[in-house]
């Protein structure tokens, strides 16, 4: 139940998409986005990736090339197989 909106950012501008029992919402990979809870809302997430690396709040600021190519984003942002957790 309840209610509330995912904001998201990208390099075509800002977007606010209502969130409500069974809206269905989804953006690509790049997407700078936050979630606002404004009436008990309750969310089901899937992610594809399985989780996100980082602890926290976290922005990437990359030039427009990186953010408008997939694959030039994909590999800017790809954290290595063998890499220490922070």
Same mark, same amino acid.
Not at 30 to 56: C, F, K, W, Y
Not at 69 to 79: E, G, K, L, T
């Given at each position: 139940?309840?209610? !509330?909106?995912?904001?998201? +950012?990208?390099?075509?501008?800002?977007?606010?998409?209502?969130?409500?029992?069974?809206? +269905?919402?989804?953006?690509?990979?790049?997407?700078?986005?936050?979630?606002?809870?404004?009436? !008990?809302?309750?969310?089901?997430?899937?992610?594809?990736?399985?989780?996100?690396?980082?602890? !926290?709040?976290?922005?990437?600021? +990359?030039?427009? !090339?990186? +953010?408008?190519?997939?694959?030039?984003?994909?590999?800017?942002?790809?954290?290595?197989?063998?890499?220490?957790?922070?």
């Amino acid at each position: 139940g309840g209610s !509330g909106s995912v904001q998201t +950012l990208t390099t075509t501008g800002y977007q606010e998409t209502p969130l409500t029992p069974g809206a +269905l919402v989804w953006f690509t990979p790049g997407t700078i986005h936050r979630l606002v809870n404004e009436d !008990g809302l309750r969310l089901i997430v899937l992610m594809q990736n399985s989780g996100l690396p980082e602890a !926290g709040d976290a922005v990437l600021t +990359l030039p427009p !090339g990186r +953010l408008t190519d997939p694959d030039d984003y994909r590999a800017a942002v790809a954290v290595p197989a063998d890499a220490e957790e922070a």
